[in-house]
């Protein structure tokens, strides 16, 4: 059972930064493809970013520059760090594990998600 926790959400200004971390428990963390994806209100849960057990890392075309996404198995800790956020980047934003194929980041194939924490972009 993969088991994760969110933390790191808040508000912010627009232009500011934010880092979302997420602990994972349960099986060998280096075995995980870890990502995040987002919902804002109203609209589906779409992907953020993704990193695979060996490969590099995934983002959507609306973050690319501005989120880098990291991870420390050491600490079975993933991070998404938030740069020049913008007043679209507002949504509950939830850590995801893909134990299917951890190679890849193929955003169907998460299938383990924390509670969601949520990032809030002021004007």
């Known amino acids: 059972q993969v088991q994760l926790v969110e933390s790191g959400g808040g508000l912010v200004q627009a232009g500011g930064s934010l880092r979302l971390s997420c602990v994972a428990s349960?099986?060998?963390?280096?075995?995980?493809?870890m990502g995040w994806f987002r919902q804002a209100p109203g609209k589906e849960r779409e992907f953020v970013a993704g990193?695979?057990?060996?490969?590099?890392?995934s983002y959507a075309d609306s973050v690319k520059g501005r989120f880098t996404i990291s991870r420390d198995a050491t600490q079975t800790t993933a991070y998404l760090q938030m740069n020049s956020l913008q007043l679209e980047d507002t949504a509950v934003y939830f850590c995801?594990?893909?134990?299917?194929?951890?190679?890849?980041?193929?955003?169907?194939?998460?299938?383990?998600w924390g509670q969601g924490t949520q990032v809030t972009v002021s004007s």
């Open positions: 990193l695979g057990s060996t490969g590099p890392a």
């Open positions: 995801a594990a893909n134990t299917k194929r951890p190679w890849v980041v193929i955003p169907g194939d998460f299938t383990h």
């Open positions: 349960g099986r060998a963390f280096s075995s995980y493809g």
